[in-house]
């Protein structure tokens, strides 16, 4: 799909990954509607972009507060053809904890912002983008961040691991259920990518990932990177449910 002239919603647009994402699509002339829980951040990056871009304060959790997204997307935009999840949190505990299990509140909490989330927003945007008139026979994209963790979960990554590895699970039957419609479903496992989310990890972590885990070229992702594959994803049409990881041969251990 040629991105220029079309509109997206990108979830998490505030920071990290989503800004950089909303960032190049706004380069490539998409209008973009940044759905985030964070108004401070949001406005300011909106505001940077101009008369093409739209902050929405919106939890990704909530069918109200999202679908309310949408409705003010497509009456400042007039449709809505692509859809990139980036909103997420990474808190983590461990399975068992000095006698302590795993707090119950940190799991529902990953997993209702990271995969219902995700899904909450991309059913509402779905529901838009059938309306579209096709291009090329498209008529929306669906892009959702997983993570490397889906697969390779390190210690202490129970609730996002699982919370990622649904975000996988989900992309081939959305795709499915969307084909008919011109629309396509993609994951994207990004490894450590260089953000506020990883600036939050205890230093040695994260210097532990990059010396010993990182292939090549040994550094952190940056997050330009990182979007320059989802707008590869919007361009080309052949890319429809799966998932593709950019990591730099990263494969994480268990610490
Ligand atoms: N940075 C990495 O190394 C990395 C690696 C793998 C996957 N990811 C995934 O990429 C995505 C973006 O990560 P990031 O590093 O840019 O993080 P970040 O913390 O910089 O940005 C996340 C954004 O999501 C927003 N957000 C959180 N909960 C929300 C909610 N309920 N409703 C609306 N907005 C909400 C935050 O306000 C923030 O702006 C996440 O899903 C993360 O799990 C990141």
């Not at 990056?45 to 997307?73: I, M, N």
């Not at 994803?233 to 890319?239: A, L, S």
């Amino acid at each position: 799909m040629n991105p220029s002239g079309k509109v997206a919603i990108v979830t998490g647009g505030a920071s990290g990954l989503g800004r950089a994402v909303a960032e190049t699509l706004l380069e490539a002339g998409t209008r973009v509607a940044l759905f985030d829980r964070d108004p401070g951040r949001g406005t300011a990056v909106a505001a940077a972009a101009g008369e093409s871009a739209l902050f929405v304060g919106v939890d990704v959790t909530s069918e109200a507060q999202v679908q309310a997204g949408v409705e003010r997307t497509l009456a400042r935009f007039g449709a809505i053809h692509v859809c990139v999840n980036c909103a997420g949190v990474a808190d983590a505990a461990k399975t068992v904890a000095d006698g302590t299990p795993f707090p119950l509140a940190i799991w529902e909490k990953v997993i209702a912002i990271n995969l219902t989330g995700t899904f909450n927003v991309l059913r509402l945007a779905a529901v838009a983008m059938a309306r579209n008139e096709p291009d090329n026979g498209e008529r929306g994209v669906i892009i959702n961040l997983s993570s490397g963790a889906a697969h390779d979960g390190q210690m202490g990554q129970a609730a996002y691991a699982a919370s990622k590895a649904g975000v996988i699970g989900l992309t081939l039957p959305v795709a499915r259920d969307l084909a008919e419609h011109g629309i396509r479903c993609v994951a994207v496992a990004p490894g450590l990518f260089d953000t506020p989310m990883v600036a939050g990890l205890p230093e040695k972590v994260a210097q532990a990932i990059v010396d010993r885990m990182i292939l090549f070229p040994r550094r952190m992702g940056r997050p330009q990177e990182l979007a320059h594959l989802v707008l590869s994803i919007v361009e080309n049409p052949y890319i429809n449910a799966t998932c593709l990881h950019i990591d730099a041969g990263a494969r994480m251990s268990a610490r």
